[in-house]
């Protein structure tokens, strides 16, 4: 990911400059998307949450794929995973803002990081945009999540292009507004408990 785009997002989302501490939110509504411009290709690294300490090896191949198979050319890269390369994908950034924001979230709620326990491959200044981006992921998707909508986007009459509010009854009972999927195009779950 890029630290200075994610950097600009959390400025923007979480209306504050400290990367460590999460819990604010600047109630920011502006798409994503805007934040990418001309990129249609994002580059991501993988960085093992610890409980990956005892999962298998990865195994990628190295040669070029429209060729003859090379089996010397399977390379196997094993926990903390630091031989595997940036990868290219076309998953704009905000997806992955949710799901590893909140795996960062479930983990450590708004508690810092503990980098020196939980990743100590990651220690160093060689790291520091590392742990930045991190930080970073959860501060946006924890911002994301306590925002509140204006009140004037939620009724359809005033906004007939803007997505439409549901209401659905969970297997307990209770019941729970969201947005009808079919015109959710923001990447917070903006569901709530009523």
Known sequence: MTPFLLNIMHLVYVGDRCFTL???????QREPES????????TYRLIPLPQMKESWSVR???GQLLCRFNPNLVQQSVYPFDDFPKIPLHI??????????????QLYG??????ERAFPFLQGEKFLKTRTIMDNLRNIYVAWN?????????????NDDKPIMVRLSTSGGESV???????FHSPTPLIKKT
């Open 92 to 105: 704009p950034y905000h997806f992955v803002i949710v799901n590893a924001g909140k795996k960062l979230f």
């Open 60 to 62: 990628r191949y190295t």
């Open 177 to 183: 507004t969201g947005y009808d999927a079919h015109h």
């Open 110 to 115: 708004l508690n810092e990081i503990d980098f």
């Open 22 to 28: 999460p819990g604010k939110t600047s109630n920011t």
């Open 146 to 158: 306590v925002a509140q909508p204006d009140p004037a986007r939620l009724t359809p009459e005033a």
């Open 35 to 42: 934040f990418y411009q001309e990129f249609t290709r994002f």
